[in-house]
């Protein structure tokens, strides 16, 4: 059963930075897109960014383009996101999640949207303030 374990989170100033983490563990495939979502308060769950396993392709929101950078290291399993000039819309729960079978076709695209993620981890909070 894939796991995957949020960390990072916590109080910064707006301008500042974090980066997160995310440990995944029980992959049964090495073929997947795995990506971080956020949720602020009484807002729908949004896509931030993603990253493709065979090739490394990535793809960001609009909203944190220039700013945050996702990578991963495959030896320790971990997915980071480095969030840097944080502003005060950036405050939210981060999940991290991972999906291996796409819903359209056998190409393994990446996506932001929401429903083709099939496992999520905890999420971790970002609090933003001075």
């Known amino acids: 059963q894939p796991q995957l374990v949020e960390s990072g989170g916590g109080l910064v100033q707006p301008g500042g930075s974090l980066r997160l983490s995310c440990v995944f563990s029980?992959?049964?495939?090495?073929?997947?897109?795995i990506g971080w979502f956020r949720q602020a308060p009484g807002k729908a769950r949004e896509g931030v960014s993603c990253?493709?396993?065979?090739?490394?392709?990535?793809e960001y929101a609009d909203a944190v383009k220039g700013r945050f950078t996702i990578s991963r290291d495959n030896a320790k399993n971990t997915m980071y996101l480095q969030m840097n000039s944080l502003r005060p819309e950036d405050a939210a729960v981060y999940y991290c999640?991972?999906?291996?079978?796409?819903?359209?076709?056998?190409?393994?695209?990446?996506?932001?949207?929401?429903?083709?993620?099939?496992?999520w981890g905890q999420g971790t909070q970002v609090t933003i303030s001075s």
């Open positions: 999640a991972v999906y291996f079978r796409p819903s359209y076709g056998r190409y393994l695209y990446t996506s932001l949207q929401e429903y083709e993620y099939e496992e």
């Open positions: 990253i493709r396993s065979t090739d490394g392709s990535t």
């Open positions: 029980g992959f049964t495939s090495d073929r997947y897109v």
